[in-house]
T-cell receptor, first 112, second 121 residues
Framework: KNQVEQSPQSLIILEGKNCTLQ??????????LRWYKQDTGRGPVSLTI?????NTKSNGRYTATLDADTKQSSLHITASQLSDSASYIC???????????FGQGTELSVKP | DTAVSQTPKYLVTQMGNDKSIKCEQN?????MYWYKQDSKKFLKIMFS???????INETVPNRFSPKSPDKAHLNLHINSLELGDSAVYFC????????????????????FGPGTRLTVL
């Protein structure tokens, strides 16, 4: 069964600190993996898109890694800001019709 | 200048009523989607239309009927609303890209609307 699991479910950190969010998946056949940021009351916005051959990709203070062998991905946030408070969703896309399989998200709260 | 817009943003209604949610995109994309996000925050695809044609129809009750008058609009009509229909509904659009073999690439990025929070009392 195609599944995407994220950990932790929620995380509270102080402003300026770093954090890492985890994503494990059992999706096959794999096409690409995305991390989305969803602010409260808004739709998800894409942060990174990684294909099978990419190990790491950065977008400003966000760095995503992908290990296609172990089927794991992580999203590292450097020097967190209050505006980073949001839900971060890992999404894996299959080759079969480009179907998106969503994780349940990690709720990040950055405190001053 | 909103790329994908939905109306209304909030919808509160009684069980048994019929309601519609509208979605419009000004990105010129060919494909549009409807997703449902439940209380546990999981997003699940409901429907996908490409150039006004239905291409994905997940196991959704037939009380839900999407309608695409043109490729910039995909509306969702829900009949006989039930308590379990309470959720946030997201519209999205994308422009599929051709892969190297000429097939539709799965790489296409989806742009989401702001969501419609439906509450059924």
């Amino acid at each position: 069964k195609n599944q995407v699991e994220q950990s932790p479910q929620s995380l509270i950190i102080l402003e300026g600190k770093n954090c890492t969010l985890q994503c494990n998946y059992t999706v096959s056949p794999f096409s690409n993996l995305r991390w989305y940021k969803q602010d409260t009351g808004r739709g998800p916005v894409s942060l990174t898109i990684m294909t099978f051959s990419e190990n790491t990709k950065s977008n400003g203070r966000y760095t995503a890694t992908l290990d296609a062998d172990t089927k794991q991905s992580s999203l590292h946030i450097t020097a967190s800001q209050l505006s980073d408070s949001a839900s971060y969703i890992c999404v894996v896309i299959t080759w079969e019709g480009g179907k998106l399989i969503f994780g349940q998200g990690t709720e990040l709260s950055v405190k001053p | 200048d909103t790329a994908v817009s939905q109306t209304p943003k909030y919808l509160v209604t009684q069980m048994g009523n019929d309601k519609s949610i509208k979605c419009e995109q000004n990105l010129g994309h060919d494909t549009m989607y409807w997703y449902k996000q439940d209380s546990k925050k999981f997003l699940k695809i409901m429907f996908s239309y490409n150039n006004k044609e239905l291409i994905i129809n997940e196991t959704v009750p037939n009380r839900f009927s999407p309608k695409s008058p043109d490729k910039a609009h995909l509306n969702l009509h829900i009949n006989s609303l039930e308590l379990g229909d309470s959720a946030v509904y997201f519209c999205a659009s994308s422009q599929p890209r051709l892969g190297t073999s000429g097939t539709i690439s799965s790489y296409n990025e989806q742009f989401f609307g702001p969501g419609t929070r439906l509450t059924v009392l």
